[in-house]
């Protein structure tokens, strides 16, 4: 049995705790949240039985193995470092960091601590990602890797009538690359590894985070394309382009519904539907590592989450956007 503190109290926070239901070895043990009203009705509505509303507090408590940090993204790495080096295991929203630097002394602080530190960007878990992978021989020379995922926020409306909230705000390295565009960059670094180049461009907000971009990523042998937003809806799918066909993608964020579309019009359908829900599957995974004491995940491992990462500092760089976080 692992036993689990939770760090945010939100609604992914909710859907990890649905998906991890089903996993016998998940116990909820410890809720933290910075108001203790907070942590102690989220700890009675999921039958938690400790509280803390401090990091450290919770860091040196004896009743936790493992700590699942969903917290805005520019907490994670003192939150994650802080438990990592009092041997907590750590599983942690994506993006994992807000910069190469926090992520380079996350991982640091997991290697000296002989714990787990995993990403948790559920995408390559999935049944449907494996068969992806499992099929790309099929569609010939890869020349063209194409991922969109654009979901106009819920937060937008209150933006435009002069309400910031944190997905808007610069100070918790939010936008819409670092919230949605790593679900099409992630996958891509999975299957192709790192690009020789990239460029980026960006609608940046008053605000100072950016609404919706893209990236084109050089490779030897191909290109990747990239769209994603959060000030608009896009009802395409994601494309995997190859001499002999293409795969088609229903979603890049939770991909079901795959098929190749071969060069001579016959179609074949490799999807693999969810068994579970989408969340249960890198929960599934954390905790295997952790029984079996294996320190890295190889499907989120710190390689790819640390190549993910530059292709966002340099994407950043590109566009203009700075956080607090990168003047630290």
């Not at 500092?313 to 956007?321: E, T």
Request: with cysteine.
């Amino acid at each position: 049995m692992i036993r689990f503190g939770i760090i945010g109290t939100n609604w992914i926070t909710e859907e990890l705790l649905k998906a991890a239901e089903s996993i016998e070895d998940f116990k909820l043990t410890a809720v933290y949240s910075r108001k203790e009203e907070t942590a102690k009705e989220f700890a009675e509505k999921h039958g938690a039985e400790f509280t803390f509303t401090s990091i450290k507090e919770m860091a040196e408590s004896n009743e936790i193995d493992a700590v699942y940090i969903a917290s805005p993204n520019s907490f994670h790495a003192s939150q994650a470092v802080t438990l990592l080096s009092h041997g907590k295991h750590v599983l942690c929203e994506k993006p994992i960091a807000s910069n190469t630097k926090e992520l380079q002394e996350m991982i640091e602080a997991a290697k000296k601590n002989n714990v787990l530190l995993m990403e948790a960007l559920k995408s390559g878990f999935l049944p449907a990602f494996s068969s992806i992978r499992e099929n790309l021989h099929k569609i010939g020379p890869i020349r063209r890797y194409f991922a969109s995922y654009c979901q106009y926020s819920s937060r937008y409306d209150a933006y435009k009538n002069g309400m910031i909230l944190n997905a808007f705000n610069p100070v918790f390295s939010n936008g819409s690359l670092m919230d949605i565009g790593i679900y099409c960059i992630y996958p891509m670094v999975q299957l192709f590894g790192k690009p020789e180049s990239i460029q980026a461009s960006a609608h940046m907000l008053e605000s100072g985070v950016d609404g919706e971009g893209s990236i084109l990523a050089h490779y030897k042998e191909l290109e990747g394309m990239v769209m994603y937003s959060k000030i608009t809806n896009s009802y395409v799918p994601s494309e995997i382009q190859g001499e002999n066909g293409s795969i088609l993608i229903d979603k890049i964020s939770t991909p079901e519904k795959v098929e190749i579309r071969y060069k001579d019009g016959t179609v074949e359908d490799i999807s693999k539907p969810l068994q579970q829900k989408s969340m249960y599957y890198e929960v599934k995974e954390f905790i295997e590592l952790v029984k079996s004491n294996t320190f890295e995940s190889t499907v989120n491992s710190f390689e790819k989450s640390l190549l993910v990462m530059e292709i966002l500092d340099a994407a950043r760089k590109q566009i203009g956007l700075v956080y607090p976080a990168d003047e630290k």
